[in-house]
């Protein structure tokens, strides 16, 4: 049994939140050099060339990428040969309210959601989803998901019987209703199967794969393909303000289904999509 | 970017002339306003209380920064979500508010209020908003300071990037360019 100490969680957590939240991830900078490339609407360009001039800035002065700096999305796969000494929760949360700090991040959590409100003031409670996976090691992989892009979120009870193409309709359906809200071009999380509350993490974990990999699966990696060409063909482009790069890529996960289900959870992240990982 | 200069306040004749699609930089004082800061707005108005600063001509920048580091004037500051402030916006237009900056689109009720008032609608660049810091010179705190990132400020710009989305004719920036690059939806 391997131990890790709770202290260790958060001094890694909150280093991965200032890095993330200044800098880019080469898959996604590559990805909005290539957009550029690809666009051909004048508007869309010069939105894209500034979206690459915002990555130098918050780069060099130290900046928040955007000034939604998001909620704390915390991925924890733990394995279970490895002992934490101390409370995980707790540290996570600790890690959070470090890095949100340290960065000058802004801290947009409030406490109770319906009345009153209340910001919390440091960002915490992170939103955690933990997993136990065989191994001594604990991976923790962190997301900051502001909620321009989180509000368009939608999930979509099918009938079985529409198949592939009611998968592909219900994505577009999501991005056009979006429209320039959530910030193209965006990055779509898809997830597909089992049930609704795990359609729904499984949209929001493909979101964590660096973008240009395609899944393992053949036909999981199609129907990518096949959304991402079809989104693209919607002509939203960048801010929404018309082209031909409405989103820089789909990442999608399915599972095994009941024989009456066909979930469909689609998870929409901002050009700005900051994420990173660790491992201990 | 590049585009026309304009100063806010604004003369209501220089935003007529002004079309959907148009690239602009704005020069001089916009009003940093969020959800909870609209709330409080419209209540003040419905209440028939004075207003923190007159909207008479004025314009309201949907943004709630990021804290801003020593020696800098404001942290990250790009636009959040209009279609959150729907709700408010027509009461805000009556009451003399000229323009707007956010991104994404608007309701058919508040895009018939820009009309009705010869209003604009400007997007800047959402996702931005380490680039716009940039062109924002001073901030002030203007009212409610205990709602934090949401309270109003009055910040100096220069130079500010938007693009006009909806036009004082109603014009749509949004349906107008999407339509050039639609493409069959099916495959």
Known sequence: MREIDSSQISAALSELIV?????????????????????????????????????????????????????????????????????????????????????????????????????????????????????????????????????????????????????????????????????????????????????????????????????????????????????????????????????????????????????????????????????? | MSGIKLNSPFNPAELEKLQAGDRVLISGVIYAARDAAHKRLVEALNQGKPLPFDLKGQTVYYMGPSPAKPGEVIGSAGPTTSSRMDRYTPELLDAGLLAIIGKGNRSAEVSRAIVGKKAVYFISIGGAGALLSQRIKESRMVAYPELGAEAILALKVEDFPAIVAIDSQGNNAFTLGQSIYRTAKEA
Do not use: W
């Open chain 1, 19 to 280: 890095k993330t939240s200044t800098s880019l991830g080469d898959d996604i900078l590559t990805a909005l050099h290539k957009a550029y490339e690809a666009e051909v609407s004048p508007a869309g360009r010069d939105i894209l060339l500034s979206l690459l001039e915002n990555a130098c800035i918050a780069g060099e002065k130290k900046i928040p990428l955007c000034q939604d700096t998001g909620t704390a999305i915390v991925f924890a796969e733990a394995g279970q040969d490895v002992h934490i000494n101390g409370n995980l929760v707790d540290a996570i949360n600790l890690g959070v309210r470090q890095g949100y700090e340290q960065a000058y991040l802004r801290k947009s959590i409030v406490s109770q959601p319906f009345s009153e409100r209340v910001n919390t003031q440091d960002n915490t409670p992170a939103v955690i989803h933990t997993e136990i996976v065989p191994g001594d090691r604990l991976k923790l992989s962190f997301m900051a998901k502001g909620s321009g892009a989180e509000n368009m979120s939608r999930l979509f009870m099918l009938k079985p019987g529409v198949g592939h193409e009611g998968v592909i309709e219900a994505v577009l359906e999501t991005v056009e209703n979006a429209g320039g809200s959530p910030c193209p071009p965006i990055i779509i999380g898809l997830g597909v199967g089992a049930t609704a509350e795990k359609a729904m993490f499984m949209a929001k974990k493909a979101l964590l794969r660096p973008l240009g990999v395609s899944s393992p699966e053949a036909e999981v990696a199609a129907l990518e393909a096949e959304v991402l060409k079809r989104v693209n063909g919607l002509g939203i482009g960048p801010l929404g303000l018309g082209g031909r790069v409405t989103a820089l890529g789909v990442m999608a996960e399915a599972a095994p289904t009941h024989i009456a289900s066909l979930p469909v959870a689609v998870n929409l992240q901002c050009h700005s999509a900051r994420h990173g990982e660790v491992v201990l």
